[in-house]
């Protein structure tokens, strides 16, 4: 990276070092105007809340408005009164009654869901100590962050050093230690000797997993363990019939990832690249055949695509992706790893032809 400064352009950091945040009688009167408008979730202290919420004293919403709200949203969620949690709204109404009635697009992107950790919360005395805990903490981070932009560029302290001391974190949940790594910054360039040892870092455990709901496929193929169901199929004669088993898996089953090779009309038109719009997450990953070695465990349910000659070993490396739903297409063709002289159509255990799934998917 090359950093190019003046002295005067100091003036820009020291700005955004020191952002603006809400006061906390305009915060608590946002507050309430937003949890005055919030709508129940079917799950117990949880509700929406709409974005466009007014606090008195305003004559109306607006994109500012808008952005205020979240403001105070994402600082009571810093000081501990609630969580927040973001549905991005995918399949929207685009016609200009529904433009009319939204006076910013932010409000139109995404539902916010809020879960109550404090009863406190409309409490004035309580939520001004929260938030001005929370408030001097943001603004010692601004403080911290500048001074070691301070320290790198007008002292001359090591790239690295600096590097380490940012990213560290001493959070009792998620401690993050960074390893010092020198790419040969100003201060070392001219060293005798650079410290290249690089330490692994060690991954924390992640403590809570959404399960991908499997209730749709069950319902529909009862016999089929979803954990891993070979699908056979004509890769030439049937792209239709597998784009319409990728949106429902991808609408209807949660299927979250596709692993195809890199040259794969799916990965690389329009009709496969704008799956995700059918996601309820609004989010499809797009993988490759070259990953299977390397291949990580993740709590996403997983479609694997071969459309050409298939070998041994990526037969075998699909089988053991470990997902809580796999649905693996092969061409009819493939044969058999430890049968060489038959099919693998002719051996496979709880698997299914394409045909048979989009005639009970679509029935």
């Given at each position: 990276s090359l950093l190019v400064y003046d002295d005067s352009d100091w003036s820009i950091p020291k700005s955004m070092a020191t952002p603006t945040i809400i006061s906390n009688e305009l915060g608590f009167a946002r507050w309430r105007a937003l949890y005055e408008s919030r709508q129940d979730c079917q799950e117990d202290n949880c509700f929406t809340v709409n974005l466009e919420a007014v606090r008195p004293g305003l004559p109306g919403s607006s994109d500012e408005n808008v952005r205020w709200n979240m403001r105070t949203l994402h600082l009571m969620s810093r000081a501990g009164f609630l969580i927040l949690e973001l549905e991005p709204s995918i399949q929207?109404?685009?016609?200009?009654?529904?433009?009319?009635s939204s006076t910013s697009i932010h409000a139109t992107l995404a539902t916010v869901r809020v879960r109550l950790l404090r009863e406190d919360h409309l409490l004035p005395d309580a939520w001004e100590e929260a938030i001005s805990n929370s408030r001097e903490r943001t603004l010692e981070s601004g403080r911290r962050n500048l001074q070691l932009m301070q320290q790198m560029l007008v002292h001359h302290r090591e790239v690295s050093e600096t590097l380490a001391e940012l990213y560290r974190s001493r959070s009792p949940q998620w401690p993050v230690e960074v390893t010092r790594v020198c790419g040969g910054c100003p201060v070392d360039r001219s060293a005798e000797f650079r410290d290249n040892y690089y330490h692994v870092p060690a991954?924390?455990?992640?403590h809570r997993i959404t399960m991908v709901e499997v209730d749709n496929w069950m319902v529909r193929f009862p016999h089929l363990d979803p954990r891993y169901v070979p699908v056979f199929y004509a890769p030439q004669e049937q792209k239709a019939e597998l784009l319409r088993l990728l949106s429902w898996l991808v609408a209807e089953c949660n299927v979250?990832?596709?692993?195809t090779a890199r040259d794969s009309w799916i990965a690389n038109t329009p009709e496969g690249r704008h799956l995700y719009k059918r996601a309820p997450s609004g989010v499809v990953i797009?993988?490759?055949h070259h990953e299977l070695?390397?291949?990580?465990y993740t709590p996403l349910a997983r479609v694997t695509i071969f459309e050409s000659q298939v070998t041994d070993t990526q037969i075998e490396l699909a089988r053991l992706v470990h997902r809580p739903m796999h649905i693996v297409l092969y061409p009819l063709q493939t044969h058999d790893p430890n049968h060489p002289s038959r099919c693998l159509i002719d051996t496979a255990t709880n698997s299914a032809r394409l045909e048979q799934l989009h005639a009970v998917i679509h029935q």
């Open positions: 929207r109404d685009t016609s200009e009654d529904t433009e009319a991954a924390s455990p992640i979250q990832e596709i692993c797009h993988r490759s070695e390397n291949e990580p």
